[in-house]
């Protein structure tokens, strides 16, 4: 049965067939992964993933979406908001699996759902969304350019993020006003314990907050400038965007040295 899409919710259903082709080859699932789909809708990838995957899931936060979808394709569909859904549980719940994170995402939180990802990058090994084509633009973008951020540097430190194609707004009903695209995200491992990922990513939070001033008149270092360790005091001589997610590390090293002196 269809249903009429909610502006309130941000509903674009992708209806181009050629495109759906497309990003299930991107996404690849496989009888080893362990698929979680974003705001499937009606279904247009649903069908394909869930017979192709290992495990499925949906995530929906329209009741009549996710009641059609059990109806119809006999799925496991959780009617909620995917921002306060718990990924490590599902991680902790299908371990020997590979988890996939796919979906058609509302632009208006396409930032929260990333630094979602982020934040859980432990547990992802792969994510492929469609976004709004300027935010892939942003997020596959590098130093230099006005619209680098926090965000973009976190996520370029943990994933691997390629622009796969552009969709055109023909593909969609309705359609929506802007372009959009498909986002890859192949999650790196990094030697981060769970302690020092959530301060790095604080750590790099705040200081884009003050993205105008050097680190040093941030206020965020006012009791370290003496720090013993050699980069530290070059580093903080810099703009927040002019930093590097290896510099950052440094940064918190230092910090993490102060801490284990008692300083």
Known sequence: MKITPLKRLGQNFLIDNNIIEKIIKTINPGQNDHIIEIGPGQGALTKFLAEKAGSYIAIELDPRASENLRKELNIEV???????FDIESEFTNNGDKTIKIVGNIPYNITTPIIEKLINNSGYITSSVLMVQAEAADRLTSGMGCKSYNAVNLLLNYFA????????????????????????????????????????????????FA???????????????????????EKLILKRPDQLTAEDYLNILECLNRKVDNGK
Do not use: H
């Open 160 to 207: 691997l993020v390629k622009k796969e194609f552009m969709v055109s707004p023909n593909s969609f009903y309705p359609k929506p006003r802007v372009n959009s695209a498909i986002l890859s995200l192949n999650f790196v491992p990094r030697k981060l314990n769970r302690t020092n990922k959530a301060a790095y990513i604080e750590l790099v939070k705040k200081s």
């Open 78 to 84: 959780l009617n909620q908001d995917f921002l306060k």
């Open 210 to 232: 003050n993205r105008r001033k050097m680190l040093k008149n941030s206020g965020l270092f006012r009791n370290d400038e003496n720090c013993n360790f050699e980069p530290f």
